[in-house]
């Protein structure tokens, strides 16, 4: 097969061709816990990771194993880690290298569970979330100090929708030592943020990786583009001996094994003693929906972006958030980080406020009317009163979310009947 596959084929093929002992073509589910060991020799040298392989499904799982390999592929990483939802990998993510005492610089525009998990369950256990406004690069440097661990941001952050800018960031972290973290959960093929900079991206697989909405999971890709053992004592927990690993540095002993130390140290301490792992079968189901991601990108992007041009068009709607109807600087910046669309999330305000958006998600017939994106089916909801209530009304402004702001995630069913049911609700709604 050719070096270099485009993303249509790596979704496909990356990671497996087929079971060398029974020739199954499709990704087997080994719903198995445990590994039998050759001998003893065996089981000490895995454990004491001289060798690879399989202890534990917490660990380590084939099937799981190939969801990493593809989706490493995918986004031209070194490796990749599996775990319990995205929640998990943005826990783990920041925890791999930031401990109690230590801190990190987030972006505010943040999906609300990541926003609570920053500013209260995380500094809880003393790790320290500084937020910053992503609009000015300049206000990550400006936030560091020297217990500053990490950079954190999304993508294509909702409900503002403001392209984030990666490669601008991701240079102030690395003449610092510090890696830019890229929640790429909304935008996977439209974007590969490590080409930007990045060094570590999260995913909430349950969204578009998935795409049919069955299996909750998350995931973290190492970049292997990080140079650690530079960033010296910038970087202790992959620097310092790890007494939980018989004083491992992970920077030096995971050397033979590539730019990996990032997720070795992951997946050997992080996964280990909490457990967020993955479940096989959930695995399989990504494997699933992962083969016909590029494809399914472009549609959701050409539904979205019909659907937000003719949103803009009405009456009842005094705003339409979606990159492509945005000009100047956010304009370029969606341009520039994003390839081959702008996303299926959408954002609009009605002029009736509060009570308008109510009605209108309460008029819809075919769109659902759920707390998740990146379905398959057109998605709605009013994140005053769900995803972000929560969050206090100055922190709901801060994300961007207005009383009457209705959210969008633009699915594959047919663009009228997307629209028919649009139009009904507005009218209902006034
Ligand atoms: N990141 C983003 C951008 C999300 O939208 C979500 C969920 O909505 C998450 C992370 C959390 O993912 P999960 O629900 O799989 O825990």
Request: aromatic share 6%; hydrophobic share 40%.
């Amino acid at each position: 097969m050719p070096n270099k596959l485009h993303p249509e084929t790596l979704a496909l093929h990356a990671g497996w061709r087929a079971d060398p002992e029974t020739g199954s073509v499709a990704v087997p589910i080994h719903q198995t816990t445990s590994y039998q060991f050759k001998n003893t020799e065996h089981a000490a040298n895995l454990f004491a990771l001289s060798e690879l392989g399989n202890i534990y499904t917490r660990l380590q799982n084939p099937t799981n194993d190939i969801l990493e390999q593809r989706m490493t592929a995918l986004e031209g990483g070194a490796a990749a880690l599996a775990l319990s939802s995205g929640q998990t990998a943005s826990a783990v993510a920041l925890q791999n290298i930031a401990r109690a005492g230590d801190n990190v610089i987030s972006s505010t525009d943040l999906y609300g569970g990541t926003w609570n998990l920053f500013s209260n369950t995380l500094p809880d256990m003393g790790l320290e979330v500084r937020f910053v406004d992503p609009s000015d690069p300049q206000a990550f440097a400006n936030a560091i100090d020297e217990r500053t661990r990490a950079f954190y941001a999304e993508t294509l952050p909702n409900p503002k929708l403001n392209v984030f800018p990666i490669a601008e960031v991701a240079a102030i972290g690395r003449a610092k030592g510090i890696p830019l973290i890229m929640d790429n959960t909304a935008a996977p093929i439209l974007c590969r943020p490590l080409e930007h900079g990045a060094a570590v991206i999260v995913y909430s697989t349950t969204k578009y990786i998935g795409g049919h909405g069955t299996s909750i999971g998350g995931l973290l890709i190492d970049g292997g583009n990080f140079d650690w053992e530079a960033a010296g004592e910038r970087q202790p927990a992959l620097n310092n001996p790890d007494p939980s690993y018989h004083g491992a540095v992970w920077s030096q002993v995971t050397k033979p094994l590539g730019p990996v130390a990032y997720i070795v140290k992951a997946r050997t301490t992080l996964l280990r003693d909490m457990g967020g792992a993955m479940s096989p079968f959930n695995a399989f189901m990504f494997l699933q929906g992962l083969e016909t991601l590029p494809l399914r990108m472009r549609t959701h992007c050409e539904n979205a972006a019909k659907v937000a041009k003719w949103l803009d068009a009405q009456k009842q709607v005094t705003k339409t958030i979606y990159p492509s109807l945005m000009t100047g600087a956010l304009r370029e910046r969606a341009d520039a980080v994003l390839q081959g669309g702008y996303g299926a999330l959408i954002g609009f305000e009605l002029a009736g406020g509060v009570e308008a958006g109510k009605k209108f998600i309460d008029s819809l017939e075919l769109l659902y009317h759920v707390a998740n994106i990146g379905d398959a089916r057109s998605l709605a909801i009013h994140p005053a009163s769900t995803t972000h209530s929560q969050l206090s009304q100055e922190e709901q402004a801060a994300s961007g979310v207005t009383p009457g702001y209705i959210r969008l995630s633009i699915g594959l069913e047919h663009i009228d009947d997307i629209l028919a049911d649009l139009k009904q609700a507005l009218n209902k709604a006034g």
